[in-house]
């Protein structure tokens, strides 16, 4: 398990940076519907290698809900979001998203809402807030596009309520593949920039579309769907605290770039809310009754 959730997190984080890069040349729209229709027919051959197991009625509004939500919102507003922010920055606030799960979890599945929970969601804004002040007066970025990360911190959060009621009833691949289908759906008004985009780029810029359609979209959301099916979605989205630490990395050796100091700050912040929401405290161990001492029979 361990390894998938590794694949998953170097995966992504190295999403945000091919993003980054192609976002100069490929627009938002047409980036998206290329990696979905990529990641899909990758996903075809691996649903159709056996009897697929197709979903019910119930599931149908969870599915859309997923598609619509994760690969399609979510991925225009990354996108048009890392045209204007750097691929570091980028994944540190969409890690909020996991605060926006415990909200949403408080309101839909009746999930308590503890002090914790407020302060964690506090500290977690304010973090968003420094990193907006960071960008609002630099070079490398602007408030829209930190926003609009936002939005896909929230889109991400929609998926993951989505999606893991659907893997207790559902195989990974499938879940994965009409939830790539319908963000493809979503993402059909940009196919004429798509033609475009394929007829005028060189082989570098396909071949980073091509990278985005199989590795982070088709396998890691693989692994990602096969691990949630066996872990507490609450407990897996902690690990994806990594994400923009691997992508900075990989954004600093592969584009030169770092993000402003108060970059540091916010992540650091909306890492920590996350952190305060998960918080626990210590309940005091309850006193048992005595049990009753069995009596020898004479």
């Not at 990354?78 to 415990?102: K, Y």
């Not at 007066?137 to 893991?164: F, I, M």
Request: charge should be positive.
């Amino acid at each position: 398990m361990l390894g998938a959730i590794a694949v998953t997190l170097v995966l992504w984080a190295s999403a945000f940076v091919a993003i980054r890069h192609l976002g100069r040349e490929v627009p938002p729209g047409a980036l998206s519907l290329g990696r979905l229709l990529i990641a899909s027919v990758a996903l075809a051959f691996v649903v159709f290698r056996r009897r697929p197991t197709w979903p019910a009625r119930r599931d149908w509004p969870l599915l859309l809900l997923c598609g619509v939500a994760w690969f399609g919102v979510y991925n225009l507003a990354l996108n048009e979001a890392e045209r204007r922010i750097d691929a570091g920055t980028a994944a540190l606030i969409v890690q909020i998203g996991p605060i926006i799960v415990a909200l949403l979890a408080t309101v839909f599945l009746g999930e308590a809402m503890s002090r914790w929970l407020l302060i964690g969601m506090a500290v977690g804004f304010a973090g968003v807030v420094v990193i907006a002040r960071g960008f609002s007066s630099g070079e490398s970025g602007d408030l829209v596009g930190v926003w609009l990360a936002v939005l896909a911190a929230v889109t991400y959060a929609v998926g993951v309520l989505a999606q893991k009621p659907l893997l207790g009833r559902l195989p990974g691949p499938e879940v994965t593949w009409l939830a790539c289908i319908i963000g493809a759906v979503v993402c059909l008004p940009w196919s004429g920039e798509l033609l475009t985009v394929v007829r005028g780029s060189d082989a570098s810029t396909l071949l980073w579309i091509g990278y985005l359609g199989v590795f982070p979209t088709a396998i890691a959301f693989s692994t990602w769907a096969w691990v949630l099916a066996r872990s507490e979605a609450g407990t897996l989205t902690l690990t994806t605290f990594l994400v923009p630490f691997l992508a900075t990395l990989i954004a600093w050796a592969l584009l030169g770039e770092v993000p402003p100091p108060l970059t540091f700050l916010g992540g650091a912040l909306a890492i920590a809310g996350v952190l305060l929401t998960r918080h626990r405290p210590k309940v005091a161990e309850s006193t048992r009754e005595p049990e009753p001492v069995a009596t020898q029979r004479e």
